[in-house]
């Protein structure tokens, strides 16, 4: 049965519902939509994607994503930033999120993952062995594990700890609090979350 639509615009269909989240309705409503406005904007569009791996890089200390023409991070070439304080964070994104609190002054160690054994994600394919290395070079006196609250990457923070531990004994590991969201009753609290939640308690 011949198809519906024409042959380049299912190519696009196609190619737009293999990205996370966009599923085949999705797909479509964006395609059509692309083809229904301005042939500009798909051609904008089209450059920026051409443009991506062109010029966004990974910065060689840190991990984080960079201007291609940037030799490193600026989060870490700044000389006001805190080089003995390191924030390892599982994606690149994780950086913005921590920098939008505006309260961490140190810098960053992006892992490119989490230990996942049933993604064949094991510790070889994460940035350890650069942090190990930072730890050395840079005098680290603090390494805040701050992967995210899933049983990755409580296993992630685990393994690092370790690690740490074997090369540097003396340093501080630390750990970001996890504790139980503003407006959430205990009952809809996951076992983790409570968990890091009686942990984490202060006194009154």
Do not use: W
Request: proline share 5%; hydrophobic share 40%.
């Amino acid at each position: 049965m011949a198809s519906l639509l024409p042959a380049a615009l299912l190519s696009l269909i196609d190619e737009l519902g293999k990205l996370p989240g966009v599923g085949p309705r999705t797909a479509e409503r964006y395609a059509y939509y692309l083809l229904r406005e301005e042939s500009r904007i798909a051609q904008k569009l089209s450059t920026a994607l051409r443009e991506l791996h062109v010029n966004v890089k990974h910065c060689p200390k840190t991990f984080a994503l960079i201007d291609a023409s940037q030799e490193v991070s600026p989060l870490y070439s700044d000389s006001s930033r805190d080089k003995t304080v390191v924030a390892v964070v599982e994606e690149p994104l994780d950086v913005i999120a921590l920098e939008r609190t505006g309260q961490f002054k140190g810098t960053y160690h992006v892992l490119g993952g989490a230990i996942s054994p049933i993604d064949g994600v094991g510790p070889e394919k994460l940035h350890v062995p650069e942090l190990l290395q930072r730890i050395k070079e840079d005098a680290v006196e603090e390494v805040i594990l701050a992967t995210n609250a899933s049983v990755e990457g409580e296993s992630t923070a685990l393994f690092l700890q370790r690690q740490l531990r074997d090369i540097a004994p003396d340093m501080r590991v630390s750990r970001l609090a996890r504790g139980i969201p503003v407006g959430i009753d205990l009952e809809y609290a996951d076992q983790i979350t409570l968990t890091h939640a009686l942990e984490g308690r202060q006194s009154l």
